[in-house]
């Protein structure tokens, strides 16, 4: 055994706290250790050189680099050994800049720390074995969770490349949070109008297979092997009989709230939910309906002209294979009527949300593109808009930007001067936030053509006089109370994670934030990934963003998506835990702690039934080796041994 | 192989002044031991008691492996790993949890200060957070001073000449 160790001095990011030379004449002291010097800048080309010449002269079996994190580097080195004809997990880097010379300010204290980190590194080395990485295949076909124009968009993307791909959404029809917009900024351009030719694209792609009224229920599995249980939901409507008629809508005695039209107007318990619809085909919700609820009525069912109704369809559940997840599951509105009582809470009827108005605006919505007061149907004169509504607000525990608000403000405020030219907008803002391209004109012409009225300031109460509202907030910016009879009054309620979003990540097993938005892998480099491999992110599950930043980013992750697809194997870590057969009781204890059901039996020629660890499932957690009595369990790379090792090294 | 390895152990001791606190810390590598090395991207200073072991996961932490640190001079041990449900294996910390806070409420009764050992959740982000984890434990260890806990083995048993097992 001939151990090598280079002692990095980073420049001065080490040296300037540590004494890197002796901490190289300290590690020739160590056993084995056969060549030990301090190297200047080890990453570098000509660093990576001097290892190399090194391992070669003194014929060097094992390397230590005491430099940065090994999360930083390892690869790095790793490459380098082998160059040198040194199995790449001979190597051990041992931290002595992040967690050792950039904490410390004593350069004693320093030195003797990185001395024993080195010592521990050395032994950990030591019982080190040469590995092998192991391939498995991938299966060559993506899931993307969620229907928006996130989802849509990656589903087409990698589709498009040739690859198949299951898009599993939870409503009755894709299209998300989008088909409900009615005009999007900072162009002005019909939402409906870009985002349908999409959705019916997609319907139609020869790759896509698309699964409606589905929720993904369990995943299991690891990058480029993923088994992901689908239950797809029953809607007692035959998908493939049912035509789009809606005449089973019209006829259906059972009403039921319009959540498509975020509660504006009602809908019908079988219903399509806008005329756009993909599919387009009805859905029965069963907690609304009257042949569940009383038993008796079955009038879709006579009036159905295809034979689609069916009152006895069950759920399906499928169990599939994919190589790649792409989770897309949007948002939506913060649940504001709890956080506002000052606002009514919810009990005024004419205090409403910017999608609710949204649906208002929009010619397919409920009132057919008239703006009117939800309380007595009248067209409002004034009205007054609310900005950072469960956004922008610790008090309520909504401390975060809801990225969008400033700018759909504007885009209402100018298209309510064009629905009602005798209007008068009041906007109540805390800072216009208009950074996109071609938003801040925008928010101009909401001032200067739109003659909205901005207020700088936050609004304190809002509350009934007559059949109008009051509006109490503050102009901060001419420091006084401002007190607005309105008409009408919108809320610009910030973003929340999809419902169940929380819940979605467990079975993922990915990282989600304190608001169950997804965290991304890295914030600035890795920003589709998760830490989760194989799985990415797109659109709003990640945290607020309008849609030219969704669909950029879900491009962005069906490229991630693409490139893992097109290979044909993956290599594998091969970290993981090994049984020694000999010693094994056949108590699986271990097959009752691993995560991943990779422990099975295995009988022997002797009689015994043993555990045997399958490889590929292996992701190398170490809870088996902990939990073995006989102590016959060894995690590759972290044994007992080695860990011992270091403990006592880094206390001599 | 010709070379039948060098034959001193790893050096002599290298600590100097005996009442010298020295500490232990198992950190999970997926979490806890990017947020050390953030904190030290942060440049936020910390006492340097501690010696930080990786390992994949807090659940790869033996009870036993805690137990031998403290028989080889550990005069605290720190266990640090991922927050509860964010476990990169799904649930190891959750088998960590159970086993770590059985060991914590049985180390009085091998005479050992339940304050020698603390358990905890850091996160990849919150450096700030490692660095006052680091700062606390240290504290909290140093008015109880030296451990010198034989436990049932010899300490010398660390010779280590087994290290590849």
């Known amino acids: 055994m001939r151990i090598g160790v280079f002692v990095c001095q980073c420049g001065t990011n080490i040296a300037a706290t540590v004494d890197t030379e002796a901490v190289a004449e300290a590690a020739m002291s160590m056993r084995d250790v056969y060549h030990a010097e301090s190297i200047q800048y080890s990453c570098s080309d000509p660093g990576q050189r001097q290892v190399i010449a090194a391992a070669h002269q003194h014929r060097l079996d094992r390397v230590v680099i005491a430099a940065c994190s090994p999360r930083m580097h390892e690869t790095t080195f790793q490459r380098a050994v082998i160059q040198a004809g040194i199995n790449p997990f001979m190597l051990e880097m041992v931290n002595i800049r992040e967690q050792c010379s950039w904490i410390h300010e004593d350069r004693e204290v320093a030195t003797t720390k990185a001395i024993d980190l080195v010592a521990a590194g050395v032994a950990r080395v030591r019982g080190q074995v040469p590995l092998k990485r192991g391939r498995v295949p991938v299966v060559g076909e993506a899931l993307v969770v969620g229907g928006g124009i996130a989802g849509i968009q990656a589903a087409l993307d990698i589709a498009d490349a040739g690859m198949p791909v299951t898009l599993v959404e939870r409503e009755p029809t894709i299209g998300g949070n989008m088909a409900r917009l009615d005009k999007t900024f900072p162009t002005l351009d019909c939402s409906s109008c870009i985002l349908t ?281 001419i420091g006084d109370q401002v007190e607005i009879e309105t008409d009408l009054v919108v809320l610009a309620v910030g973003f929340a994670a999809a419902e169940g979003a929380g819940e979605l990540a467990r079975r993922l097993n990915i990282a989600y934030d304190g608001y169950q938005f997804f965290t991304e892998s890295h914030p600035k480099l890795r920003p589709v990934e998760t830490t989760t491999g194989g799985i990415f992110l797109a659109g709003a599950c990640q945290g607020p963003k309008d849609i030219p930043a969704s669909v950029a980013q879900a491009s962005a992750a069906a490229a991630k998506a693409i490139r893992l697809l097109s290979r044909e194997d993956l290599e594998t870590s091969p970290m993981v835990a090994e049984v020694n057969h000999m010693r094994c009781i056949g108590c699986f204890k271990c097959a009752e702690v691993c995560p991943y059901n990779a422990i099975e039996k295995q009988k022997l020629h002797d009689g015994r039934t043993v555990a045997v660890i399958i490889e590929s499932l292996c992701q190398g957690c170490g809870l088996c080796n902990v939990a073995c009595p006989p102590q016959v369990i060894s995690l590759r790379g972290y044994t007992d041994n080695q860990l011992i090792s270091e403990v006592v090294e880094v206390l001599r | 192989m010709a070379d039948a390895g060098k034959g001193h152990a790893c050096g002599v001791r290298r600590r100097g002044r005996d009442d010298e606190i020295k500490l232990v810390g198992f950190l999970c590598n997926w979490c806890s031991y990017a947020g050390a090395d953030m904190a030290g991207t942060s440049r936020l200073a910390q006492p340097a ?116 097992g």
């Open chain 1, 197 to 477: 030719p999409r959705m019916v694209e997609l319907k139609h792609h020869e790759n896509i297979r698309l699964m409606v009224s589905s929720e993904v229920t369990a995943v299991r599995g690891y990058i480029g092997n993923f088994e992901v249980d689908i239950r797809k939901k029953a809607t007692c409507v035959d998908e493939e009989k049912c035509t789009g008629c809606r005449i089973c809508e019209e006829k259906c005695p059972s009403r039921a709230p319009d959540e498509f039209n975020a509660g504006v107007g009602e809908s019908k318990a079988i219903s399509i939910a806008f005329p756009q619809a993909v599919p387009l085909v009805a859905a029965l919700r069963k907690e609304h309906c009257r042949q569940f609820i009383k038993g008796k009525c079955g009038v879709c069912k006579k009036v159905c002209p295809a034979d689609a109704v069916d009152y006895e369809q069950e759920d399906e559940l499928h169990t599939e294979k994919f190589g790649a997840i792409i989770v897309a599951t949007g948002y939506r509105l913060f649940d504001w009527e709890g956080a506002y009582p000052d606002y009514g809470g919810g009990l005024y009827p004419d205090v409403i949300t910017s999608l609710q108005y949204e649906r208002m605006l929009s010619a397919s919505g409920p009132t057919g593109g008239h703006i009117v007061r939800p309380s007595d149907g009248r067209e409002p004169r004034d009205i007054v808009f609310l900005s950072c509504v469960g956004s922008r607000a610790e008090s309520v525990g909504r401390p975060f930007c809801c990225n969008v608000g400033c700018m759909y403000i504007a885009k209402q405020a100018i298209q309510t001067r064009e629905h009602l030219p005798d209007s008068r907008c009041y906007v109540f803002y805390m800072d216009v936030r208009a950074c996109g391209k071609g938003y801040e004109e925008v928010y101009r012409r909401a001032q200067v053509e739109a003659g909205a009225v901005y207020l700088r300031g936050r609004v304190g109460k809002i509350y009934p006089r007559g059949d109008k509202l009051v509006v109490m907030g503050t102009d901060t910016l």
């Open chain 2, 49 to 164: 008691a501690l010696r930080i072991v990786r390992v994949p996961c807090s659940g790869r932490v033996d009870p036993l492996l805690v137990m031998k640190a403290f028989q080889e001079g550990a005069d605290g041990v720190l266990v640090s790993g991922c927050h509860p449900g964010d476990c990169h294996y799904n649930e190891g910390n959750y088998y960590a949890r159970r086993r770590l806070e059985l060991l914590k409420r049985m180390l009085p009764y091998y005479g050992v200060e339940p304050e020698r050992f603390h358990y905890t959740w850091v996160s990849a982000s919150e450096g700030g957070r490692w660095a006052e984890v680091v700062a606390e434990f240290t504290a909290a260890v140093e008015p109880l001073g030296k451990l010198h806990y034989a436990g049932g083995a010899p300490a010398a048993a660390a010779g280590e000449e087994d290290g590849d």
